[in-house]
């Protein structure tokens, strides 16, 4: 209950104060967003599988935040930046089905 709370005041928060992203850091949001995603289902699959840690969770998820803006920076760098982008939502978005396959097994038993 608290996070669903939570959750509602950051959606208020965000539409009353509208926050400008910087632009140094536009490339690296929907990345950081993917890997975010990537984290919550990764979190609610082990939930269901009865192996949550919270701790685990906000480790899992701030590494994977960092990690994929790191490997996207790099690439920026590097001159290949739209393939690592390309890459990293390919290998997440592999991870967030798989997941939501696993939670979709659990809910309905099939």
């Known amino acids: 209950m608290i996070a669903v709370l939570g959750l509602i005041v950051g959606v208020v928060v965000g539409l009353v104060v509208r926050p400008v ?14 890997a975010a995603l990537d984290a919550v289902f990764g979190g609610l699959r082990a939930m269901l599988d009865g ?9 899992s998820f ?8 790191l490997i996207v920076f790099l690439g920026d ?7 690592l ?21 659990h809910v309905f038993r099939a």
């Open 77 to 83: 760098k590097l001159g290949v930046g739209a393939q």
């Open 62 to 69: 701030l590494s994977n935040v960092v990690v994929a803006a």
């Open 51 to 59: 192996i949550f840690d919270d701790k685990v969770f906000v480790v």
């Open 85 to 105: 982008s390309t890459g990293v939502v390919v290998v997440l978005g592999i991870r967030i089905f798989s997941n939501a396959a696993a939670i979709r097994r």
């Open 21 to 34: 992203v910087p632009t140094v850091v536009e490339p690296y949001l929907p990345i950081a967003v993917v």
